[in-house]
């Protein structure tokens, strides 16, 4: 490659990386700015609307099986949303500081940033494909994983009389996505300890909790639940998650081979931007 080439090539990148790297700023406090409005979730009005939502039907539940001498007036997407408010603050905070090295390195044309820049990018593309790849080649190696922390958290869910924050966790998760347990109802008899499976003063053992069934429960009947009437959601929360999520190949594919294909652009104009600066070159920003 000839020297103006790889210089005519080196200005281009220089723009792209910095007018990329400006918009990503502009993500990073926007992901800044939602973590923290997370964190009072219940003031937003669309996630008022599902909290409020969700007490309806659980409180249509314990109507239905007479247990009104219990409240769900706790239940609150904060606690709900306190770990997602988090990772957003700190992919924030991330993103901010990535983007920075890149905008910076590229305006001012300060070779030590872009290869800071460059490396940072080129560890998190190369994370990412290994964890796209066991997601879809080897998915057991990332899923159990995920199922793990799952189920450590059924650990304290009690039942539909619960009032803690896993106990309303998992009634939310059944509720929204229409399933019952990780892989099955079953799990709530293995990873369950605290589970009540005696709900009512009648005495009856119930298979799966009451908020797993798929018709509303009405005078006290929660046949549904037991052994030998039940009509639950038969699909695992995760299974629901994840196709939720994830469920449609073509359009993951797409967005991760998108992803990749940006990011290796940004370390070859970064490399050959870098690589192009002389120690001379005078501080001279972009818009110069």
Known sequence: MSFIGEESIAKAGRCVIVWLNSMFVV?????????VILKSPSDVGFIKAAENAIKIALNAVLKGTYLTNYSISS??????????STGMI???????FLSFFGCCGGCFKMSKLLIVYSISVGVFLVVEL?????MYAAPST?????????KRTMEDFRGIQGENIASLGWMFVIYEFECCGVNSYKDFHNFA???????????TNITAPITCCKSLIT??????????????????????IWDKVL?????????????????????IFSAILSKTITDDARIEPIYG
């Open 219 to 240: 005078e006290g009947d929660i046949s549904c639940a037991t052994e030998k009437g039940l009509n639950i959601y038969e699909q695992g929360c995760f299974d629901a």
């Open 27 to 35: 993500i990073g406090v926007v992901m800044v700015a939602i973590g």
């Open 247 to 267: 469920g449609k190949p073509l359009y993951a594919g797409l967005g991760f081979t998108s992803m990749f294909v940006f990011q290796a652009v940004l370390i």
């Open 193 to 203: 300890p605290q589970w009540n499976r005696y709900p009512i003063d009648n005495g």
């Open 90 to 96: 700190v992919g924030g905070i991330l993103i901010l």
């Open 142 to 150: 990332i899923q159990g994983s995920i199922k793990d922390l799952f």
């Open 130 to 134: 290994i964890v796209v790849i066991l």
């Open 75 to 84: 239940f609150n997407m904060s606690d709900l949303f306190s770990g997602i």
